[in-house]
């Protein structure tokens, strides 16, 4: 009586749900105790890093220019010119760039792998793997969590200083701050741990996306429909999954320890 109360499309989700957090308990456990396919992996950060660096780049430029636009102004306003620098480069190493970098690759990387292993679920391709003695997750699902694990902090990384280049050309052509007041205020607000946390939040967001996706791709049903489906609800459960961890991890490395601007 009461599944019946809930729409089949939501109790679906929450059975494909479940079956990637017992996904990630998989590959934990694998990744301790087994080898890794070093082909499938190096092909996977190949897919995941090079190929995802220009959409991530432009992204970043634009959107350290934009910010930088809508802080410059209101600064400026409140005589706090000073601190342009040091507020777009504490905002986007803790926030901007790795959730940034985590929803451009949600959509690019976590959609290609529900679509690429859901095509192989529906063409019997995973069964075939099965009869040969092979493991899916060992030879489909951790070369992709490896590989989003390491590529999404480099892509992150340039992320960053991609995004205060955007924001330095902005501050200095546009609304003619020094370029030395606002390179000293981004190196006097920022300090080790901003970058340490940005890192740490891409490590976690791309094993987020390459489980969602291989979990999606993994449990897809019904044909062509079905891995289209498969794809769009993948992509969908990533932001979702990357908004609420980035809460938590806020939550979690920045409670309790002052302000970056106290003694600036």
Known sequence: MASSLVPKNLRLWFQRLLAAIFLGGQVLMHVISKPIHRRNTIDQMSAVGPESLLIALVTSVF?????????????????????????????????????????????????AFAAEIGTMRVTEQIDALQMLKSDPVDYLVIPRVIACALMLPLLNILAFFTCMMGGFVVATTLYRIPPAVFLNSAQSFMSIWDLASSLIKALIFGILIAVIGSSWGLTTTGGAKGVGQSTTTAVVTSLLAIFIANFFLSWLMFQ????AFVGN
């Open 63 to 111: 959107v350290g220019m934009v910010f930088t636009i809508q802080v410059t102004r209101e600064f400026i306003a409140f005589g706090a010119s000073t601190a342009i620098g040091g507020v777009l480069a504490i905002t986007l190493a803790r926030e901007l760039a790795p959730v940034l970098t985590a929803v451009v690759l949600a959509g690019r990387v976590g959609s």
């Open 256 to 259: 309790g320890m002052g302000s």
